[in-house]
């Protein structure tokens, strides 16, 4: 323990803490930019200054270990003036379109400008114009509003593994790039969307899909289908001023229904029917020698993460499609057929937590209907935003369920949107299937938390099952290095590219919080305690499905309609930064 | 990646076994003396020796102006634009230079076997005007000088 002195206060440190740290546990906040809890420390911005008694000068908080008896002082009229300084010449580099930014209600600029009572600008604004990344389909890059604080940098980097954008050039000309300036989408970006999250200012977003969604809720020849993540219903209400954790499925679905969708199902119906099929997958490779350990394969991050940096892995990979996908494919066959109406006429929309299934939506192979299975992807936020528009106010809105056909789900597809969840999910359905009996303690409690990497044995019959789940792309590398090994004692890993599992997703709410993502995770547990199925082989829908049109889990309709191949891309990168 | 480049890379790789993340700039040198400048798949090579990411290779090269990231022409021809190069007929040199090879300073010819550049000064103002071509440092340059040295070259 380290005594040292804030502002005339006696504060207690760690060892190794830096100033901003350890003023933090004091209840004082230091002013700051490129700090960010979870990231590395990098001292970039020069806004967390602070004065030490019998130093020259003033020193960054955020980068500077405290030492026994220092004496800090955070608030000298010398360091409100640097900050000021700093703020301005940021701003003096930095797009004047406040009105129209698309991050103008949660900019931490815009913030930093307000808390230091910067009234003035000294300097003049000059902005060399860059163009816009637009290469990618999920994710919008606009360099011209970057503050250059490598936050991105370091959570593609760092935490995701990936390492598609560093730094490159130097002095005016320095800009986060890709490799050779090639742009997103030429990249090995993923699309998980974290950078995003951990961007202060509008330089990082998502591709907009709101008014292709607006122009056919408008076009009275289209019917447009709308399915929603489960993630989503833990988060909306949060992106709409509630309380973060507050479970909003049925004022969802009362929202969809009010902003125009012809038809309002649910992808929990379609994650109830990932799990029949990919429990049935598990149990024939289990049974028949098939390739071991399996890999979950809803999450498009992941999916393209393992075809760029394990494309030697692949055949672990379940074969079964996304809920989104498996989805899209039956709302163009399955669904036009029971409601009698023309697959060209149906427009298939999803809400999703994610900005990486824009770009599965896009896949070429996600076709299966004849049509594109899904047409929009729009994220949480994006949703927020329509409903915004249309004046509607969520919190006041009744319960409404989605309609039956491909609406209804249980407990277990719910809880696909947090980390474990997956596994929770298939694991209560594989049992019912390897013994032919129900498990019935299927609060698989091991599976649960916030934890980079958990496993778990779970006895199934005479069958000892060894799982592992990991979620932020970091944690998956650590098993796919054991898997290339040849070292993997799993039957089944599950893996989510997000920190905290879908409820943390590119399209969730802005931040990097994992006490918030713990929070939403927990709506979802909920929700799936208040239901009255719990197991996704009792779901009455799926059950229909496949008597009136699949005939059976691994079918052949089930074959070609909700199974893919996968695409090894050639990053060949087999290192981190 | 082609074998060509993988083929070079491994040449350059094999005088740094064991090589950590500090030995990117001298691998970086080398392999633009190689190749004349990086290569993309050179660069992912880099890389995957290193073990680290492509943006950070190309971050560190990308920081310094004597990596190039296109291939640069056979003969490269830079003149001296410094103070006493200037004072003594710089700018006469280089409209020489571009007469003769029909390019304006900063292109290159189209069969790539000339370029123009200008520096800012090469340190040899007792020799001014300078030009240079690849390493190779020509003093007390005048116009006739330049049709010699390039028609010899040409």
């Not at chain 1, 560093?166 to 986060?176: A, M, P, T």
């Not at chain 2, 290159?108 to 001014?128: H, R, V, W």
Request: glycine share 8%; with cysteine.
């Amino acid at each position: 323990m380290i005594t040292l002195n804030i502002n005339g206060e006696q504060v207690q440190a760690n060892e190794g803490d830096t100033i901003l740290e350890a003023a933090k546990k004091a209840n004082i906040s230091v002013p700051h930019l490129c700090y960010m809890e979870g990231l590395e420390n990098y001292g970039g911005c020069g806004l967390c200054v602070v004065e030490v008694e019998g130093e020259r000068n003033p020193t960054r908080a955020c980068v500077r270990e405290v030492a026994p008896g220092m004496k800090v002082l955070t608030n000298t009229s010398k360091v409100r003036a640097i900050r000021k300084t700093v703020v301005e010449l940021l701003l003096s580099n930095h797009p004047q379109d406040c009105f129209t930014c698309v991050r103008n209600q949660n900019c931490q600029l815009l913030d930093a400008a307000s808390e230091l009572g910067v009234r003035s600008l000294r300097l003049n604004n000059i902005v060399e114009k860059r163009d816009l990344d637009t290469t990618s389909v999920s994710i919008t890059r606009d360099p011209n509003k970057c503050i250059l604080c490598s936050r991105c940098i370091r959570m593609c980097n760092d935490v995701q593994k990936v390492g598609a954008i560093d730094f490159s050039n130097r002095g005016f000309e320095l800009e986060v790039c890709t490799f050779g300036g090639e742009g997103l989408g030429k990249s090995e970006c993923v699309n998980c969307g974290q950078c995003i999250h951990v961007c202060p200012v509008g330089a990082i977003y998502e591709r907009s899909a709101i008014n292709d969604v607006w122009a056919a809720i408008d076009d009275p020849n289209k019917h447009v289908v709308v399915q929603e993540a489960p993630a989503v219903r833990a988060a909306l209400g949060e992106e709409l001023g509630l309380p973060p954790g507050t479970l909003v499925a049925g004022k969802m679905h009362a929202a969809l229904k009010k902003l125009g969708f012809d038809t309002v199902f649910d992808t929990n119906f379609s994650a109830d029917l990932t799990i029949m099929e990919e429990g049935s997958e598990l149990v024939k490779r289990i049974t028949t020698g098939g390739v071991l350990p399996m890999f979950t394969s809803c999450c498009p991050g992941w999916i393209k993460f393992i075809e760029e940096f394990y494309p030697d892995l692949l055949p672990h990979l379940s074969s079964c499609k996304s809920p989104q996908q498996m989805f899209g494919a039956l709302a163009k066959t399955y669904f036009p057929r029971v409601a009698n109406l023309k697959p060209e006429n149906i427009v298939s929309v999803s809400i999703m937590p994610c900005t990486a299934k824009k770009f599965e939506a896009q896949r070429p192979e996600m076709n299966a209907s004849g049509y594109r299975d899904v047409d929009y992807v729009l994220t949480t936020r994006e949703l927020a935003a329509m409903i915004r528009q249309a004046g509607i106010d969520l919190a006041s809105l009744p319960d409404v369920q989605a309609e039956e056909l491909m609406g209804s789900y249980t407990g277990a597809a719910t809880i696909f949107g947090v980390t474990g969840g997956v596994m929770e999910a298939a694991l209560r359905s594989a049992y019912k299937l390897i013994t032919g009996t129900e498990l019935e303690n299927i609060d698989l409690v091991p599976l649960r938390g916030m934890k980079g990497i958990r496993t778990a044995k779970v006895k199934v019959g005479d069958l000892e099952v060894n799982v592992a789940v990991a979620h932020g792309l970091g944690n998956a590398r650590e098993l796919m290095d054991e898997v290339r090994a040849g070292k993997s004692p799993y039957h089944f890993i599950e893996i989510m590219a997000c920190p905290g599992g879908c409820v943390g997703g590119g399209g969730q709410p802005i931040g990097y919080d994992m006490a918030i993502r713990a929070t939403r995770g927990e709506a979802l547990y909920k929700e799936d305690k208040s239901l009255p199925a719990r197991r996704s082989h009792q779901n009455p829908a799926v059950q229909k499905l496949y008597k009136d049109y699949l005939e059976k889990p691994l079918g052949e309709k089930s074959h070609h309609l909700l199974h893919t191949k996968y695409t090894p891309r050639d990053a060949e990168i087999t290192g981190t930064k | 990646m082609t074998s060509a480049v993988k083929e070079k890379m491994s040449g350059v790789f094999a005088g740094h076994k064991n090589a950590k993340k500090d030995a990117l700039i001298p691998i970086l040198q080398e392999t633009q003396a190689c190749f004349g400048y990086l290569p993309d798949e050179a660069m992912r090579e880099i890389a995957t020796f290193l073990k680290t990411t492509p943006g950070a290779v190309f971050g560190v090269a990308s920081f310094y102006a004597m990596f190039r990231f296109r291939p640069t022409a056979k003969q490269r021809i830079t003149v001296c634009r410094g103070t006493a190069c200037h004072v003594r007929g710089g700018p006469r040199i280089l409209e020489e230079v571009e007469n003769v090879l029909k390019i304006k300073d900063g292109q290159m010819t189209a069969d790539g076997e000339y370029s123009i550049e200008e520096a800012a000064c090469f340190g040899s103002c007792a020799l001014a005007p300078v030009m240079v071509i690849n390493e190779r440092v020509y003093g007390r340059m005048t116009p006739v000088k330049v049709r010699e040295i390039l028609g010899k070259k040409g």
